[in-house]
Each structure stands twice: as C-alpha cells, then as structure tokens.
C-alpha cells in the first residue's frame, strides 16, 4: 500500500500518545511521520522519534494530520494544514458543528468522510460511544429522543485528571490532605456532575453535545437529548445509561440480536449471571460494551440500555485512525 506522510499535532498529550499507539497497532501505511508540540516540549524523544514544535510551516509534505490539540491551536492550524495540502482529522471540538465539516463515526457514516474540504471532525467521547451503541436501533426504526447519563472517567479530563485520582488515592492512604487542581473539587470518593461550562438553558457544553453532534452523526436532525454528564472516580473508560425511543417498536429481543451483529459493539448482557459492561473491561480495547438491554418503563416506545468504551481509544484516537484510513 502507498505510504501516507502523517503528523500528528498535539502528540505529547494522552490522547496524542495513543493516536501513535493506535497507529502502530493497526499497521498503518506510514512513509514519514512527525510528531509535533508545544515549544516547551520540542526536542524530547518520544516512541524513537524527536517531538518537533508545531508552527506554521510544520505540515510541507504531510497528508494526513490527526489533531489533539486546543480549540484554539486546531483553529489556527488548520487553514495551514489545507494550504499545505493535507487533510486534518481533528479531534477538538472547534469545527464539529461547522457545515462544511464531516463529523465522522466511521462504523455510522464513512461515506461522509469523502465529503471533506480539507477537515474532518472527531466527535465528542461520550457521544462516539453512545452513537455505536445505538446505531443498531436507528437502522431498525429512527430515534426520536434520548435520554442519557454519562459517568466519565477521570481521564476524559487528560493526564492531569489521572495523576490528580491517583495522587489523591496515595494521600488518603496516606493519611494526607488531598491536593485538588484538576477538578473543582475532590474526585476520589466523590461524584463531580458537572463537565462543561454552564449554557443558557442549564444544561453544560459537554450535555449539549450529545444532542447537537448525535443529530449531525446519525442524519437524525429532529433527534431530541437530554443528558447529564458526571465525572466518577474511574481511571478509565465512560460509561453511559441510555433510554432511546424510536419512531415503532422495538422489542428487547430484537435489538440485542441488532447489537449483537453490530459493527464496534460486543453484547453483554446477562444480568442473571453478573454480565454486564463495565469500564475494566472495555478499557484499552476498541469495541463498546452493550448490556442492560431492557423495556424502558415510563414510554412503551423506548429500550433502555448500559454501553461503556474506552474514551482514549474509541472515543478519540482510535476513531481518528479509522477516520484516516477511510481515506487511504
């Protein structure tokens, strides 16, 4: 296969690091790759290669660059990136919502990926693994609304949010005070259900976006969400408790055979036995969890059901990956 020149911007970072892990795992066609940075990491090594500061002139001969930056840098990057003849598979969260943007499930909507105009958009990590837990629903009936809770893993929040958990599970061990910066307040031992800054209506940045990116995903533009997102004490891995009503019917036994068959889903689901996804087992692996698949009580149109995945993996690098090879 051709060899594709790729950067990877942002690589110093956690979801950065995988992207390269991802990468190397899934063989893809490499000829030269750059990994770039801030100026303070400039010059470190990193997997064998030298971290490079990411400027202006950084992207010359790149074709494919995955974004894991800021907002801010993947916006002013980019049209430097285009010019310089690249595609950007942009992980931030600066040009989801853009309309001349794919935002890219690829087990959803591959075809939209060749609709780019030089960038392409990684959705949020909570809503890449509720969109593959639910596609299977849509494809039986379409999805009229959803009700979610999402339970996020500290390192949603970066490396920071994983040092902050262990560092105040050693204190407290320890018989020390606990240090917060992280997150407003102590995570071990506690529930934060906050993710986001506040919007108008009262829900967060982080709650609307499953909504506003669920619709743009599924091509479902009348699709309503209301959801609550909490940061749990958890390394690793979002879990995330869904109702989903759809337009007919859909009986239990139906969409565990959907999900069951699914691409990027594994069914577990046997509450009898003590089988059911849990943030352990998906972490570090690409697929989402689907269990608890049941009759939603209060709407007789609705299933409600448990997903978890790996929000470092599939809710961020390895979707970014399946994105580039998409346009190999």
Sequence with gaps: MKPYNVAILGATGAVGREMYKVLVERKFPIGQLKLLASARSAGKALNGHTVEEATEDSFRGMDIVLGAASNDLARRMAPHIKAAGAVFVDNSSAFRLCNDVPLVVPEINPEDAKKHNGVIANPNCSTIISMVAVNALRELSPIEAITASTYQAVSGAGAGGLAELEAQARAYAAGEPLNIETFPYQILFNLIPQIGSPCENGYTTEEMKMQNEGRKILHLPEMKVTCTCVRVPVLRSH??????????????????????????????????????PMPLDTSDQDLVYVGRIRDDLTDERALALWCAGDQIRKGAATNAVQIAELLL
């Design 239 to 276: 879990s995330i408790s869904l109702s989903v009503r759809t337009k007919e019917k859909i009986s239990v036994e139906a969409a565990r055979a959907a999900i069951a068959k699914a691409r990027g889903c594994k069914l577990v689901d046997d509450l009898e036995n003590k089988q059911y």
